[in-house]
C-alpha cells in the first residue's frame, strides 16, 4: 500500500494566486481530513469527509479556502486567493471511520506552502 | 482552549539515555488516547493507543501510560536513538456519546532531539 499520497510536496506562489492541494487517500479508507500545521498551532482540522460527504467544515479559516472530494480517490483543498498568514503545512490523513480504536489516522506526507 | 497539553515543548537528550513525555488532558467524555510520531518532513505516524481500561501498551522501546483518573499520559523513550530525533503528539479522542461531531483533539507536540 502506498499510503496516502499528497501533491505537490512544496509550492511557493504569490500572494493573490490560486493554490490546490491533492490527496489520494488509502484505498478502502472512507474518512478524509484536512489538516493544517503551524509551529504556533500545531496541527488544526480544517475540514473532514466521511464517504466523500463534507461533514464538518468549520476549521476552514474562511470563504477562501474550498475542499471537494468527487470521488473515494481523490480530493483537494483550494486556496483563492492566497495569503502570506496561509503559508503552512497541509496535511491530508484518511482512516477507517473518525478515528476510533481500531482506526489510526494515516497521514501523508504534507504540502509544505509558502505564499509570498 | 486546547483540551490537550504536551510538555515539555521541546527536550535534548543523550543517545542512549531514557526521557518522558507528558500530556494533560481535559478532554470528556474520554474514549481513548494515542501517540504519534512525527518525523521532519514527514506526517504523523501512531505508535500506541490506550482506551481508559489500559494503563500501559509497550511498542519497542516506547511504552505509554495513562491514569483516566488524572487525565495524564505518558511516552517513554528507553535507550534512545537517533531516529527517535521528531516530534510526538498526544491526540485524545472523544467518547462516542459526545455532541461534538468530531472526536479528536490534538497537542502540540513534544519536538525531541536526541544527539550523539
Known amino acids: 500500500d502506498a499510503g496516502v499520497i499528497q501533491s505537490p510536496r512544496h509550492e511557493v506562489t504569490e500572494m493573490g494566486q490560486e493554490v490546490t492541494l491533492r490527496c489520494k487517500p488509502i484505498?478502502?479508507?472512507?474518512?478524509l481530513f484536512w489538516y493544517r500545521q503551524t509551529m504556533m498551532r500545531g496541527l488544526e482540522l480544517l475540514i473532514y469527509?466521511?464517504?466523500?460527504?463534507?461533514?464538518?467544515d468549520s476549521g476552514m479559516p474562511e470563504d477562501r479556502f474550498s475542499a471537494k472530494m468527487p470521488n473515494a480517490s481523490f480530493s483537494t483543498l483550494k486556496i483563492q486567493p492566497s495569503e502570506p498568514r496561509d503559508s503552512a503545512v497541509y496535511f491530508c490523513a484518511s482512516s477507517l471511520g473518525l478515528g476510533s480504536y481500531n482506526s489510526p489516522l494515516h497521514f501523508g506526507n504534507g504540502t509544505r506552502l509558502t505564499v509570498t | 482552549k486546547n483540551q490537550v497539553e504536551q510538555s515539555p515543548q521541546s527536550l535534548i537528550i543523550l543517545e542512549g539515555k531514557n526521557c518522558t513525555l507528558q500530556c494533560n488532558y481535559t478532554v470528556s467524555p474520554f474514549s481513548n488516547l494515542r501517540w504519534y510520531k512525527q518525523d521532519t518532513g514527514r506526517g504523523p505516524v501512531s505508535l500506541t493507543i490506550m482506551t481508559f481500561s489500559e494503563n500501559t501498551k509497550s511498542n519497542g522501546r516506547y511504552t505509554a501510560t495513562l491514569d483516566a483518573d488524572t487525565k495524564q499520559s505518558s511516552l517513554h523513550i528507553t535507550a534512545s536513538q537517533l531516529s527517535d530525533s521528531a516530534s510526538y503528539i498526544c491526540?485524545?479522542?472523544?467518547?462516542?456519546?459526545?455532541?461534538?461531531?468530531?472526536?479528536?483533539?490534538f497537542g502540540k507536540g513534544t519536538s525531541l532531539l536526541v544527539t550523539p
Open positions: 484505498s478502502g479508507h472512507n474518512s
Open positions: 491526540v485524545v479522542s472523544l467518547g462516542s456519546n459526545s455532541n461534538s461531531g468530531y472526536a479528536l483533539n
Open positions: 469527509f466521511n464517504n466523500n460527504v463534507p461533514i464538518d
